[in-house]
Structure formats: structure tokens, C-alpha cells
């Protein structure tokens, strides 16, 4: 267990962060864990196995890509009659969901690249692997556009899209998290009203709302103040089929790590995007509106 110890506090610390990531570190884990697991026969495989998915999974509780993918090679392991069999079923689940996880991930860029237009203004918030895929995407299909995006506090994720997106070539304007919603809105400038706002997601609901890291509201709630149009991109593995999901609380000391005694800090790492601020959830089944997404996950998922 040391290894998934170590994976645990690497995802805990956000040593590795975004929904993907996260997801994938899980899933590699239990992979290699599977074929340290000494036990005599299934029962006992499946009891250490579901140990170390469940601290895994208990590093990041709004993430349901992870829970999504551990679903998946559970369920495959209902089919394993001993522990060797066992072993080679994580091992091929893995595999598989993994690839799958990357199929999708190549679908949404292209689904979303045809969305970016020439001289677009395209504002973004935090880090999303899956955001920079379509906006990379859409540089390499020889658009030209500009892109706004947040400092992301209080750990900066922004500073990594940043990054990320000037090495691919593309022009980036960081602003401050408190300014994204005035800044977007007409009382700002109106030579920088965005055409549109493409943010990644940790999770879709069931009532077609998205989760997605904190300051994600304010800036979905301007932009539609501003009838500027929405898009959530993300996978439909991220489908948590419940209006609700566990609201992550990351520690106090990210926001003041000196702070006065009795001080209390609220630190949450996510919030709820409502489903009417949003124009299209941007999927591996195309461009969709937010009351189809627990329609089309069944369709391309039927097991979640």
C-alpha cells in the first residue's frame, strides 16, 4: 500500500491536478497495485483491491471521472473466478477505459476547435487539459483568436494554461480572479467583450449543471448577464447521475498560511454552474444542451 500512499498524497497536494490527471494517476495505481495484491482467492483480491480504491478515491471526493473509471474495472471483475484472474482484468480494464478516456478526449478537441472563429475573444478559468486541447486544436486549423483567462487563485492553476497556450502560440491575457466578472461585462471595456467562455469541468449533474473550480459561477454568471454564450467542456465519464455532488474543501492555510487566531477561512475548490448559464456541453457526442447529457452518457456509457 505504500506506493498508493504515496499516489494518494501526491493527488492530495495537488502534485497532480485536473479531473484527467487525477483520473488517470488513479487508475495506473490500482493497475500496478493489482499485481503486488497476495490473496488466495477473489474475495480476498477484491477486499484489498476496494481498500485502495477507496483511500485513492477519497483524495479528490469531487471528481467522478475517478469514481467513474473504478467503477468501471469493478464491474469488470465481476466476471474473475480466482486472484489470477483478477489481476489480469484490472490490468486489461485499465487498458481499455484509459483508451477510451483518450478517444474522447481527441472527439471533444475537434468538436470544440469548430467552435473557435477568427478573431474570436475566448475567456477560460483555471486549468483544463481538455480546454487547451480545443483552443490548441483550433490554433493548429490556422484560426486566429485571443484568449483571456484567470490567475486562478489560490494555487494558480491559470498560470499553467498560461503556459501552456503561449508555447502552442497563442495570444493569452491573464487577469485577476476578482476582475473576471467585470471584466467580461460591458461596464469594463467594450473593445474586450468575449465572444464566448470555454471552461473545463469536474462534473456534470444530473439536471444538466456543471461543476468546475471555484470562480467558475461569477464568470458564467457575467457572461450570461452579457448574453455572451457559455460552453463546458468535458467528457461525459464525468456524469454524476444526482442534482448533488460533495463540495471539495481544500485547506485553509492555501488561502493564509499566517493567518490571525480564531480566524475562520472557508476554502472550497469547486462551484455549481447553473444549467440555464449554459449555451452547449461540448462532448464526445458532439456540442449538446445541458438537459441531454444524462441521456447521451447512458447511450455512450450504459454502465454508469
Known sequence: MQKIRSTFQKIKKLEVQGASAVATAIAISLKNYSSRIEAKDKRGFIKQFKEAA?????????????????????????????????TLIVKKSVDDILKTLEESRRKIARHGAELVKNNDNIFTHCHSSVVEDILIRAKKSKKKFNVFNTETRPLLQGHITAKNLLKAGIYV??????????????????????????????????????????????????????KEKVYIAGSLLKFHPKNWIKIEKRPAKEIWSSAPKNLKIINLAFDVIPSEYIEGIICEAGIIKPNQVARKAKEIYPWL
Do not use: Q
Open 173 to 226: 491575457t491573464m487577469v485577476t480572479d476578482a476582475s473576471a466578472g467585470f471584466f467580461i461585462s460591458r461596464f469594463s471595456d467594450r473593445g474586450l467583450m468575449m465572444d464566448k467562455v470555454i471552461i473545463g469541468c469536474d462534473a456534470m449533474l444530473l439536471d444538466g449543471s456543471c461543476v468546475n473550480k471555484i470562480g467558475s459561477f461569477v464568470t458564467a454568471l457575467a457572461a450570461h448577464n452579457e
Open 54 to 86: 477507496d483511500l485513492l478515491l477519497s483524495s479528490r471526493p469531487t471528481e467522478p471521472l475517478s469514481f467513474n473509471l473504478v467503477k468501471y474495472i469493478f464491474l469488470k471483475l465481476k466476471k474473475a473466478k480466482n486472484a489470477k484472474e483478477c
